[in-house]
């Protein structure tokens, strides 16, 4: 029988802990960059909020395109699902989205030594 290995979220991903973007994203050489990370998780925040692409754009002052491409990873993890007119990203299931935002708040301060801050 395989063993099957989950990783541990209260350890850093640095010493083989749980890491969004290798473990839930299967995206492998991404993660090298803080505000990526950052910015990963203030598009979450607008997701878990009800905000629309749009209006997370202009709040973090990033391009539409850009918070849509995050967007689209949270719902190719199935974290999220994505809708149409007007452009939308929603939870995929709610009741979990409260454990999701803990697992990369805690995940953040674990890999880069100091808490998530929303500046």
Known sequence: MEECNIPDKTVSPR???WD???DEAKLYCVGYNGQIDYDLICVW???VD???NSDIAKRLELSDQYV???QSV???VRWANYGTSPRGCWPDEKEKAAEKTADLLRWYELKWGEPFSKD
Request: contains cysteine.
């Open 74 to 76: 949270f719902c190719s």
């Open 68 to 70: 849509e491409l995050l």
């Open 20 to 22: 969004f973007w290798n």
């Open 45 to 47: 925040l607008g997701v």
């Open 50 to 52: 009800g905000q629309f």
């Open 15 to 17: 010493e083989g802990g």
